[in-house]
């Protein structure tokens, strides 16, 4: 697959920013909501979507063999 400059430029900035943490995934995440929070547009929140009960019990089935 030829290389792609976009993706390169990408693969760079996430491994300057994830070194400029020591590649602390905490502290990454500290840094995002800090900087979320620090610029004044709202942080959209929303509930937790209900999980499909029937697609559960059909993945079981499946996996028992039944």
Do not use: C, L, N
Not at 9 to 16: A, F, K, N, P, T
Not at 44 to 57: L, N
């Amino acid at each position: 697959m030829p290389d792609d400059p976009i993706v390169d430029e990408i693969r760079r900035y996430r491994e300057d920013y994830a070194s400029r943490f020591d590649f602390d995934i905490d502290a990454m995440v500290d840094d995002v909501q800090r900087r979320q929070t620090s610029d004044g547009r709202p942080v959209v929140r929303r509930p937790p979507r209900p999980v499909d009960k029937t697609w559960i019990a059909e993945e079981v089935r499946a996996v028992r063999g039944r």
